[in-house]
């Protein structure tokens, strides 16, 4: 009698240890619940969404950025401005229980409101950063790296820009595109004034082009996608030409005050310039296979679509415009940068 009851309260404590695990384990770690994102989102009008706070959406890959990731993710969560923070983790091969302490940990030490999900994506397509969300209930978010991290003031000066000018893309990273005369073909560059990418190291927007990019089945945006899913590259550049496309005006760059950025595994030899001019001499090999690549990616994605979407913007928006003055830079008026 003795020795089935307490053969009764290892079963008990067995089916408790159970529902309390996978009640901890399913709110912390969902593997994209919604199989069709793009029909549930069908009806949802975006202009309704609130607009006064934006959604964080990081990208996460690598276990040895994790400590970066939590420095960041905490940096975000003390802005009054950020809604939610969704770490979507692109790497299949993380252990669940990395990412079950990872989650614990991000939640422990975030100090702000906002609230934290962490979404082990369904696949490593890079397409899948940019899958449109149900639960993402602002207007506007943030899409970024797990390499940047960007001081608060920035953030919330890049939000201010971004609601008068809410069609556009705001970043703080800028390439361009452009033209090889002598091999008559597209090339992905960096020019001192000019610009006309934004990279996902921090790119605001609103999130109707999230529905957009992964929404559209007409086939030239279902082949673009399939490029991204084959070079394992460019779709951020994608993104850009969705815009583009659409709005028929570049993006904004603008400046921060304090920026730490550790550099792109993606992006191999990228990382650390972001906002440097042209350093042609001296380009390291793996930089010039880097750009090469990116390079073609715009001269299929200029194929596909049959016309070049990208246009260039001029000058950078800074917080502290008192101390700016105006440049002309091809016949526009623009804020001189400071350095
Ligand atoms: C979580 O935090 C602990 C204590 O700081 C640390 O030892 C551990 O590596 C962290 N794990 C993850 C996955 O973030």
């Not at 709110?27 to 069709?36: C, L, Q």
């Not at 202009?47 to 939590?70: A, C, F, M, W």
């Not at 957009?212 to 951020?236: A, H, L, P, Q």
């Amino acid at each position: 009698m003795k020795l089935a009851r307490n053969e009764f309260c290892i079963w008990c404590f067995i089916f408790v240890l159970i529902s309390v695990t996978s009640f901890v384990f399913s709110r912390t770690i969902s593997s994209d619940p919604d199989p069709d994102p793009c029909e549930s989102m069908k009806s949802i009008e975006f202009h309704r969404l609130k607009s006064d706070q934006i959604t964080v959406l990081i990208n996460g890959y690598s276990e040895s950025r994790i400590p970066l990731l939590q420095s960041i993710v905490s940096s975000y969560s003390g802005s009054s401005i950020v809604s939610s923070i969704l770490l979507l983790w692109g790497n299949p091969t993380t252990p669940s229980q990395v990412l079950d302490q990872l989650y614990q940990n991000l939640t422990q030490y975030s100090l702000g409101t906002a609230s934290i999900s962490l979404i082990q994506q369904p696949s490593s397509s890079l397409n899948s950063r940019f899958i449109p969300r149900p639960s993402v209930n602002t207007r506007a978010v943030l899409i970024c790296d797990d390499d940047v991290e960007i001081d608060r003031k920035s953030l919330e000066f890049a939000f201010s820009v971004w609601k008068s000018n809410p069609d556009r893309l705001i970043g703080t990273f800028v390439r361009s595109h452009g033209f090889d005369l002598q091999g008559k073909e597209w090339i992905y560059t960096v020019y001192p004034d000019k610009y006309s990418i934004v990279l996902t190291k921090f790119m605001l927007m609103k999130q109707d082009y999230l529905y957009e990019y992964s929404c559209n089945v007409g086939v030239e945006m279902v082949e673009m996608r399939k490029i991204v899913d084959e070079t394992r590259n460019c779709e951020d550049i994608l993104m850009n030409f969705v815009v583009a496309d659409k709005v028929r005006a570049g993006p904004i760059m603008v400046g921060a005050e304090r920026v730490r950025d550790w550099g792109d595994a993606r992006n191999e030899e990228e990382g650390g310039d972001g906002e440097s001019g042209v350093r042609e001499v001296g380009l390291s090999s793996r930089r010039v296979e880097h750009r090469k690549r990116r390079g073609k990616c715009i001269k299929e994605f200029h194929r596909v679509m049959g016309k070049m979407p990208l246009l260039y913007s001029y000058g950078k928006v800074v917080n502290s415009v008192g101390e700016q003055g105006l440049c002309r830079k091809a016949g526009k008026l623009v804020f001189c940068d400071r350095d």
